[in-house]
């Protein structure tokens, strides 16, 4: 029960900002489609990963959904952390995150 709870927050409150703050950024920078879908998929794939890491440190999870909703925190950074295999799609599309 309170997993799923958990998996309610994360994925409403952290993913959910994480993926539009990324995808508003990539295509204000006019990202390729290519690198918008490997992003996303990413993200995507995070979620177990996030899950877990809320599970353990639930003051991680409400600090880190507060800064992703209000721009403080840098969404490649929390994809970055949680999902280190992301590192290539996170790569691909920092030249296009600044732009705009």
Do not use: Y
């Amino acid at each position: 029960m309170i997993e799923a709870l958990f998996a309610w927050f994360v994925a409403t409150f952290l993913l959910g900002p994480l993926q539009s703050g990324m995808t508003a950024a990539l295509e204000a920078g006019r990202a390729p489609a290519a690198v918008v879908e490997q992003v996303t998929r990413c993200a995507a794939d995070a979620t177990p990963g996030l899950v877990d890491r809320a599970l353990g440190d639930p003051w991680w999870a409400i600090s880190t959904a507060i800064g992703a909703s209000i721009g403080t925190v840098a969404p490649e950074s929390v994809l970055r952390d949680a999902a280190p295999g992301c590192e290539a799609a996170i790569a691909a599309a920092r030249p296009f995150m600044n732009r705009g």
